[in-house]
């Protein structure tokens, strides 16, 4: 039975949803605009579908709109993709084809050859473990804020960081989407005036990576030495050298000059974007040459010898000598902390060792070398923490 009636939806002056029944509602905006909207359920989907503003459209006239749409609706027509069929010329099945996750692959097609591998394999696994089983399939047009907290509100307090990011990720895809007209209205993964009024304020995300003390990083070079294999090898390496996981286990024969005792890796394989020179001591050239015949690419090749070894390799060796107490990346901080408390090389040697952009922008535009002879002398030092 309806519930309104043209008397009462004239005098209504708070703002608020009121509803007639069977799907129609007066929606008064905080400026008592007034306007009808039609919601109804197809496929399991709940859409809201714009009838018009009053007193242009009267009460009368968006009841016979609302039957006509529950008319199509029993028809298993969707009066949403309809609408949009019309006004951009594609059919309704082209428009239910334009689903999240083919926006997604989309998205990063586009932006991908300017994001490192690292990047752009954690942007397709995050959205896959957690977004596509989600709103995958969902048709863009028809994604709403419950489908983002769907998705995001049972990861939120678990794995705060990576909600965050796939929150930002959405939001990105959705952008592109309504900047090609795939999509209307705002965004429903917008943070600011919107997420952060539905969700819990997230603790601090800075937590330390798990990493041993100088002394103990020694004695696990003794244990390494034992073990047979790339990943073992590529674990000394990234703890002599002190790069990331990635740069270690993506090493190739073409970034090594051994004669000049130099390893660059290039920019595109770097976080920071910027090519890192490290020189080599005999050491760490004497672990690159226990791996020379192995593979004419790669300096740590997998097992098949199709590709470098995977990320998880050096994680393994780790757990394999049962050392619990520390990630592969937090061999960085074991080396910054060591270069701190036992030598005297200054601050800017030991962050630009580490790949670093310097603190200061001012700093960083006058310092444009990588100080490479200065830190020479200082990875003669690292290897005594593999005596």
């Not at 397709?124 to 709403?144: C, E, N, R, T, W």
Request: contains cysteine; charged residues 25%; aromatic residues 6%.
């Amino acid at each position: 039975m309806s519930k309104l009636t043209p008397k009462l939806v004239k005098a209504i002056s708070e703002p608020g949803s009121y509803q007639d029944g069977r799907g129609l509602q007066l929606r008064v905006s905080a400026q008592l605009r007034k306007s009808w909207v039609f919601r109804y359920m197809i496929n399991g989907r709940r859409h809201d579908l714009s009838v018009g503003s009053y007193p242009t459209v009267s009460l009368r006239e968006a009841r016979l709109a609302a039957d006509k749409y529950r008319l199509e609706i029993s028809r298993g027509i969707n009066p949403v993709l309809e609408r949009r069929s019309a006004r951009e010329g594609r059919t309704a099945q082209e428009l239910e084809a334009q689903t999240f996750q083919t926006e997604a692959a989309r998205y990063i097609r586009t932006h991908s050859p300017s994001w490192s591998a690292k990047h752009s394999q954690q942007w397709q696994s995050s959205l896959a473990k957690h977004v596509f089983p989600v709103i995958g399939s969902i048709p863009l047009a028809q994604i709403d804020t419950d489908d983002v907290l769907e998705v995001l509100e049972p990861i939120w307090s678990v794995i705060p960081v990576t909600a965050s990011r796939l929150r930002n990720r959405i939001e990105l895809v959705l952008d592109a989407a309504k900047a090609r007209k795939l999509r209307e209205g705002e965004n429903p993964a917008r943070w600011r005036g919107h997420l952060d009024k539905l969700l819990p304020r997230q603790g601090s995300r800075v937590k330390p990576f798990a990493s041993l003390s100088a002394e103990d990083t020694a004695r696990l070079m003794y244990r390494l030495d034992s073990l047979e294999g790339a990943a073992a090898r590529a674990t000394e390496l990234m703890i002599l050298t002190a790069t990331r996981n990635s740069e270690t286990c993506g090493a190739r024969w073409s970034e090594l000059d051994l004669e000049q005792k130099l390893w660059t890796i290039p920019g595109e394989r770097m976080k920071t974007g910027k090519t890192h020179r490290i020189p080599l001591t005999e050491t760490m050239i004497e672990v690159i040459n226990q791996q020379i015949g192995q593979h004419p690419e790669w300096v740590f090749p997998n097992r098949r010898r199709t590709g470098c070894i995977p990320g998880n390799a050096i994680g393994r060796v780790l757990d394999t000598l049962k050392v619990h107490m520390a990630v592969p990346h937090g061999f960085r901080a074991t080396f910054r902390t060591w270069a701190a408390e036992t030598t005297n090389y200054p601050r800017e040697v030991c962050e630009m060792a580490l790949a670093h952009t310097l603190g200061s922008k001012v700093e960083a535009a006058y310092n444009r070398g990588d100080l490479l002879e200065k830190r020479k002398g200082g990875d003669a030092e690292v290897e005594r923490l593999s005596l």
